[in-house]
């Protein structure tokens, strides 16, 4: 068939492409199975609930992991230290697993289930005597995540009458259905949603089947990964606490950690004080080094990132008028032979400038994993940029 014959075809098959783009474009924006069963016409997307999702369990860990370790900080009874980081080995991962589901809509719905839940829990559940004269600080502290989730939760409905009859609903499950032993092994909202449903058909057939994009899983997975060296320090911490009266050997332990940290610290710690301290030529020489020694770059990221997140916390302690050297003991717990340089590190930096170091820090891990065969240059890249930064006054 000659080119002629076929372009009239060729143009309608253009036209109908053209067609149906911009009905694409005038479409409304898409929204999840279970939203489209549960939810009331409008709110958010789909899309725009997965990232308001990636967003919360990292600050309500924040929130709760601050509250617990002020608990352990401040209680002399050991059973309440170890309740506390119970807490924070049981608590924080399951508001993870609650949000990060991959039906948005169901992530939202069992995360403000699971806070309604821990509240209880803390006010009159199991828990209500866990923290003794602390106790106010857990339940404060989940008030302030139920604040902050209700806030997002608002956001998906049209109409406030909607948001309360919804939180209603979250409410009273919670209430029927409280946490008995640890929050991983809570009654979940997810076997029960058509119950939030006004047509109780169809809900529990819809779930699961949200679409997920590699972007979408990406970002979830990185938000795991972000967790993983929490969990593993606080079973180790539980590991230790489990040998009760056993001095000698927990010193032991002590001293084998000890020694096994100050091996590869030797090689990382001049390029994290380097950096924090606005000097990139000490980081360019040290991170050389380290890199001659076999130091694995992600063992310096890590690093990184964890005196980020200690600078902030004190650095905000400072802010709230806590004195910069008891801040610095509290949270960095530094050897006396880098102590002068994180404090020199926690009066020139603020709270905001730390905030955007742990973004740009965070972004290159990212990168890192997607690039491997380019994560020295990017790992280098970015230390230069924050000892450049933090030069900056």
């Not at 209500?128 to 604040?147: H, N, R, S, T």
Request: proline share 5%.
């Amino acid at each position: 068939m000659s080119s002629r014959a076929r372009s009239p075809r060729a143009a309608a098959f253009l036209a109908t492409c053209g067609l149906l783009t911009a009905c694409a474009g005038t479409s409304p924006p898409p929204r999840s199975a279970l939203q489209q069963s549960i939810g009331a016409e409008g709110g958010v997307s789909a899309r725009e609930l997965r990232l308001r999702l990636y967003e919360l369990p990292q600050r309500l860990g924040g929130i709760l992991e601050s509250a617990a370790e002020n608990i352990r900080a401040d209680s002399p009874d050991a059973a309440v230290r170890r309740r506390a980081l119970l807490w924070e080995a049981d608590g924080i991962p399951a508001l993870y697993a609650a949000a990060l589901r991959p039906d948005p809509l169901a992530g939202a719905l069992d995360l403000w289930v699971l806070l309604y839940q821990m509240e209880a829990y803390f006010e009159t559940g199991e828990g209500k005597d866990d923290f003794g004269p602390k106790q106010e600080l857990a339940v404060g502290a989940v008030k302030q995540m139920i604040a902050l989730t209700n806030a997002t939760a608002e956001s998906m409905y049209p109409t406030a009458e909607g948001f309360r009859n919804r939180q209603a609903q979250v409410e009273e499950f919670a209430r029927a259905h409280p946490v008995e032993g640890a929050f991983s092994a809570r009654e979940s909202a997810l076997t029960n949603l058509a119950k939030f449903s006004r047509a109780e058909g169809g809900a529990l057939a819809a779930l699961g089947e949200a679409e997920e994009t590699l972007a979408d899983i990406s970002l979830r997975l990185n938000a795991y990964v972000t967790l993983l060296p929490k969990v593993g320090r606080w079973q180790a911490a539980l590991a230790a606490e489990d040998i009760a009266g056993r001095d000698s050997l927990r010193a032991t332990l002590d001293d084998v950690q000890a020694i096994i940290t100050d091996a590869s610290a030797l090689a990382i710690d001049p390029i994290i004080d380097g950096a924090f301290a606005g000097k990139p030529a000490d980081v360019e020489a040290a991170f050389s080094k380290a890199l001659a020694a076999d130091t694995g770059t992600g063992t310096i990221m890590f690093a990184a990132q964890r005196q980020a997140a200690m600078l902030h916390k004190a650095r905000l302690a400072i802010d709230d008028g806590q004195p910069p050297e008891a801040a610095c003991d509290r949270f960095l717990r530094p050897h006396f032979s880098r102590r002068d340089a994180m404090l020199a590190a926690l009066r020139n930096l603020s709270a905001e400038r730390l905030l955007q170091f742990m973004l740009q820090l965070a972004d290159a891990v990212f990168e890192m994993r997607q690039r491997p065969a380019l994560s020295d240059t990017i790992a280098q890249r970015v230390l230069m940029l924050v000892a450049a930064n933090a030069r900056r006054r």
